[in-house]
């Protein structure tokens, strides 16, 4: 079987909430979304000495959908509507902005090792200003299949179906292959994919990428075989092809005006973004914006 030359993306290294690096694969110049999907940090693996963590400041979101998977580590999430969640590996949680929401995000003083996906979703133009939300999924669909295990976090895939919910056609799975082997998948053809390799080596048809590197493919593919080196972690995500968003800081939306607008009301401690409770701290400060109202 062979399949189209993937685009191969490599990760930029960040470092957020203090000492967490993280490994950014979208967006970039290469690729700004594949679907809906528009946002995707490797957080980790990272160890911390005593008294370290992760500790991210009250920040706002607008018209997306945070989606965090967690794979090994206790993270607490607080956010504006009076939510307060512990996620643990094997969980998922999603958070929808909508018009505006802000939240928290800190490791817990039992967490010594953090691993986890971060990964935003562009909402359609229709939910830009929709009302936002949160929802903790602590149960996903998970099988095996060659001796490799699949756990399904979004959309269809294999006669499973995620809880979570979105709105655009998505999927979004895990796959990790303590001993390493070989697995077909059947894609929808419809979707463009991608393929980031969290830890370990993926052969996909005669081309190997490494940690940190994205395999992105454009719609059209219905199947791909997969040789995983032993241990090897992989997250898929696929989408329709989506309207493209604008980004700014934390910001995503459909004009200039939208973003410029939602930067200003989070500078002005506007009630749009409201206030995490419990959090004592300063909020994040958003950059100068690039551009001007008009």
Request: hydrophobic share 40%.
């Amino acid at each position: 079987m062979s399949t189209p030359t993937p685009q191969r993306i490599v990760a930029r290294t960040a470092e957020i909430g203090g000492t967490l690096p993280v490994n950014r694969v979208l967006p970039t110049r290469q690729r700004r979304q594949i679907g809906a999907w528009c946002f995707l940090d490797h957080a980790g693996p990272a160890r911390f000495e005593s008294g370290e963590g992760m500790h991210v400041g009250a920040h706002p979101h607008t018209c997306l959908q945070t989606f965090t998977w967690m794979i090994e580590g206790d993270v607490l999430h607080r956010d504006s509507l009076g939510n307060e969640q512990l996620i643990r590996p094997g969980e998922v949680n999603l958070m929808t902005a909508g018009r505006g929401i802000s939240h928290t995000e800190d490791s817990t003083d039992a967490t010594d090792r953090l691993h986890a996906a971060q990964l935003w979703i562009a909402l359609p133009p229709h939910m830009a200003d929709a009302a936002p939300a949160f929802t903790h999924y602590p149960d996903l669909p998970t099988w095996q299949q060659s001796g490799i295990d699949f756990t399904l976090l979004v959309g269809d895939f294999a006669g499973h179906t995620s809880p979570v919910e979105v709105y655009s056609p998505l999927l979004g799975l895990d796959i990790h292959s303590p001993s390493g082997g070989e697995c077909e998948l059947t894609l929808n053809p419809a979707f463009e994919h991608g393929l980031l390799v969290m830890e370990g080596e993926l052969e996909l048809d005669g081309e190997r990428f490494a940690e940190n590197e994205l395999a992105a493919l454009d719609p059209g593919v219905s199947a791909l075989r997969l040789t995983l080196t032993p241990g090897s972690r992989l997250i898929l995500i696929g989408g329709e092809p989506a309207e493209k968003v604008l980004m700014f800081w934390n910001f995503v939306g459909y004009s200039r005006e939208y973003i410029i607008e939602a930067t200003r009301e989070w500078q002005a401690e506007s009630v749009r973004f409201g206030k995490v409770a419990g959090f004592d701290g300063e909020r994040l400060a958003a950059p100068t914006l690039p551009w001007r109202s008009g």
